[in-house]
């Protein structure tokens, strides 16, 4: 009686249209089904479906809305969105039951600390790996926030948010308690993985002599997507969860501190 779908193909870019067929094809399948048999749809998306805003713009994207005014020049970002408009759809014409949960920065269990197995693929390791090559980190975004969601944690809350009353559509499960990017550089230098902090000029010093050394340059693929495509005038778009952590506590759910 209730789809679980947390398939999805997640890369940034595809040459041809596999990625919508996979994540927005594949969720319409979805909702026809659901729709026939009368199953409840929990539908797993992510918060990055905010895409980019004007940097002078108050807009968030909260859970209780979809579409603020944002952009993306990301494949992956624009079938998620297509993906949540074809579930909201059909729930507003009372063809569907279901939820979405936007999640966020997924990492190992907190149990154990255990990691996916194709770790080669997931975006932030992947950043951390360049900064580790690069040897430097701009000081200035020392303190910029990072969030971390022990998946073990996700799937529990996803589960707990799926008894919640139809009424209540949108999630933002991801943890509550966002580290300084100094406090994940810090302990990356303790495990002997040195990163300096430098200031923006001499990182983007290091970044082109990396570019251009055609031996070292694959080791920037993991910060290329991340330092080209915002413009000065854009930022990405907040996507605050209060309100999903309130019920995450009367549900008897808490998220705790990741720890460095």
């Not at 909702?31 to 992510?46: D, E, K, P």
């Not at 990492?107 to 040897?135: C, H, I, P, T, W």
């Not at 251009?212 to 005038?233: C, E, F, M, V, W």
Request: glycine residues 8%; charged residues 20%; aromatic residues 8%.
């Amino acid at each position: 009686n209730t789809v679980i779908n947390c398939a999805a193909l997640v890369k940034h870019y595809v040459a041809d249209d596999l990625m919508d067929r996979i994540n927005v094809g594949g969720v319409e399948n979805l909702i026809a089904w659901c729709s026939q048999s009368g199953a409840r749809l929990v539908h797993i998306s992510t918060y990055s479906v905010g895409g980019t805003i004007r940097a002078d713009s108050g807009v968030v994207l909260d859970e209780r809305h979809l579409y603020v005014g944002q952009e993306s020049d990301n494949d992956y970002v624009r079938t998620k969105f297509l993906a949540e408009r074809a579930v909201l759809a059909a729930v507003a014409a009372g063809k569907l039951r279901a939820k979405i949960m936007r999640l966020g920065n997924l990492m190992g269990r907190e149990v154990d600390g255990e990691f996916q197995m194709n770790v080669g693929a997931n975006a932030f390791v992947n950043s951390l790996k360049s900064y580790r090559a690069l040897g430097v980190y701009p000081l200035e975004n020392l303190v910029g926030k990072i969030e971390m969601s022990p998946i073990d944690r996700v799937a529990e809350a996803v589960c707990l948010l799926a008894t919640t009353p139809d009424g209540m559509c949108v999630f933002h499960p991801y943890n509550c308690y966002p580290l300084d990017m100094g406090a994940v550089i810090g302990a990356m230098n303790r495990r002997g993985f040195n990163v300096d902090g430098v200031s923006r000029e001499d990182f983007a010093a290091h970044v082109d002599a990396m570019r251009n050394d055609p031996s070292r340059a694959q080791d920037l693929q993991g910060i290329l997507h991340y330092t080209g495509h915002l413009l000065k005038d854009r930022r990405i778009t907040p996507a605050p969860n209060d309100w999903t952590t309130t019920v995450l506590y009367r549900l008897g759910f808490r998220w705790k501190p990741a720890e460095d």
